[in-house]
């Protein structure tokens, strides 16, 4: 394996080649992130009903323990790009292997909390008799499987993120399409039993995503340790070094908080929507389906600026990393212009493909979701230039000024305003479409603004350093 861009590719020559060629795996990584997630829903529905909510009741409180640990793999990242662009691979591959021994310590201890705490977290959920009596149980049963297996999972996340970091987004991009593959052979496997394996129904999707996630990360540590695809990590660079630690823990502990905080965010949002009748729900839920899809070109753009900014700011290229960021932009509105003119014109048809003809109260549901999807369009610009904005910041070490702009986005914007258009002034279900638009656009507006101070174009890191001196 080879990575994907020349060394100095990112610091040198043309931008737009580079950027896209970082963008489009991170955008084909996550579509199969959602390959997982369709196959686990399509073979838990084969089983039961009751098996899909048990992983609706799931998912959120996995998200939110996981998240907590996913912001100290994206600072390394953000130090392994800087390094990279310094031209210092050896301190790169050194912070490479702190990340690696110190989220794995994370990881263990966040699978151990997981694990003995699963039936307080579900017990926050008010639930039915039924949903008490069969949904919550089988819930409790994938969570303990996979949260005993979730090192495995961190694994694979912390060799993406150093993988970016460094500039190469194939090789981790080939190896979840592998990893994928296998989630898709085994969970029927397990689910419901073949040949000597007794089918173990709701524990078994979580075996098979469990097993597959394992290879993908003892893939990922033979690039890692056995290539040159990316830094070079020695046995040696795993020792703790508090030094690396305290960098990797400063710049971690923002992006760890704005995750968890923007998921307990998505909590409460659907806290309120739940009080409306199920078709205002389905839609909710089918609106925000279509935008998680609309997002990942956006997400893919982000974070190649991220690393884009990493690297140039610390080859010393502050111009350079600007004029990235403002590239990013124009592509992310470029597309997102395209996108909102098809939601806007085509909604029905585009809320339709996720609905059947015997769904219950199906012309409500589209006809709210089709509300939903106009409005939503408005913003799809606006969130697209956030992401790429809190890229920058993020790729600039700035963890912090990226959990303030989501925080303004989330909590100052769309949560309040949530609140006021629906239970103050009245609005129904139009307030909910309309706050979900305005959190974006406050915030892609005062993001932009703090971007255009110029006051993010610092790095955090020194090859010269002697406190991160081998």
């Known amino acids: 394996m080879s990575p994907s861009l020349p060394s100095g590719e990112l610091t040198d020559g043309p931008l737009v080649g580079p950027m896209v060629r970082l963008a489009w795996p991170i955008v084909v990584i996550q579509l199969l992130q959602v390959a997982y997630n369709v196959a686990d829903t399509f073979w838990l529905g084969a089983l039961s009903s009751d098996a899909v909510g048990a992983l609706s009741l799931a998912f959120p409180l996995i998200f939110f323990l996981i998240s907590i640990g996913g912001g100290f793999t994206a600072a390394g990242s953000i130090l392994v790009a800087q390094y990279i662009g310094a031209g210092s691979e050896d301190e790169a591959s050194a912070v490479a292997g702190q990340t690696l021994s110190f989220v794995s310590i994370v990881a263990v201890a966040i699978s151990l909390v997981g694990f003995l705490l699963v039936d307080p977290m579900l ?8 949903t008490a009596a069969f949904v919550v149980p089988m819930a409790a049963d994938y969570m303990r499987v996979f949260f005993l297996g979730s090192p495995f999972l961190f694994g694979f996340f912390v060799f993406v993120s150093l993988m970016r970091g460094y500039g190469n987004t194939r090789t981790p991009m080939r190896i979840m399409a592998v990893s994928v593959l296998v989630n898709v052979v085994l969970d029927p496997i397990f689910i419901f039993g073949w040949g000597p394996i007794t089918g173990m129904k709701i524990e078994g999707a979580a075996i ?7 290879l993908a990360t003892v893939m990922g540590l033979y690039v890692i340790f056995g290539t040159d695809a990316g830094p070079e990590v020695r046995l040696n660079h795993l020792t703790p070094d508090f030094a690396r630690i305290r960098e990797i823990v400063r710049l971690g502990v923002p992006t760890a908080a704005e ?27 089918l609106g925000n ?21 990493g690297q140039n700011l610390g080859g010393e290229r502050p111009d350079r990393a600007e ?25 029905e048809p585009l809320v339709s493909v996720f609905l059947s003809a015997d769904t219950p109260r199906v012309a409500e549901t589209i006809d709210h979701g089709s509300d939903y999807l106009r409005i939503m369009a408005v ?42 258009l629906v239970f103050v002034e009245g609005w129904g279900p139009t307030g909910i479409w309309v706050a979900v638009a305005l959190g974006d656009i406050v915030g892609a507006i005062a993001a932009v603004a ?21």
């Not at 098979?208 to 394992?214: D, E, G, I, K």
């Not at 990235?324 to 212009?337: D, I, P």
């Open 123 to 130: 017990g926050l959920f008010p639930a039915d008799d039924r």
């Open 289 to 309: 389906r279509l935008s998680s899809l609309v997002f990942l070109p956006a997400m893919g753009l982000g974070q190649a600026t991220n690393t884009m900014v």
């Open 259 to 285: 995750q968890s905080t923007s998921s307990l965010a998505m909590v409460v949002l659907t806290g309120m929507v739940a009080t409306f009748p199920p078709a205002v729900v389905a839609a909710y839920g």
């Open 379 to 420: 913003m799809f610009i606006f969130m697209g230039v956030l992401q790429v904005v809190l890229g920058a910041f993020r790729g600039a070490g700035n963890t912090r000024t990226a959990l303030v702009f989501s925080m303004v986005t989330l909590w100052v914007a769309r949560v309040p305003a949530t609140y006021y």
């Open 323 to 347: 004029r990235a960021v403002r590239l990013a932009v124009a592509l992310v509105a470029g597309v997102m212009l395209a996108v909102s003119l098809v939601a806007v014109l085509f909604p």
């Open 208 to 214: 098979a995503t469990v097993l597959s996630r394992a």
């Open 450 to 470: 703090w971007f255009l101070r110029g006051t993010w174009k610092r790095t955090v890191v020194s090859a010269s350093d002697p406190a991160l001196a081998d």
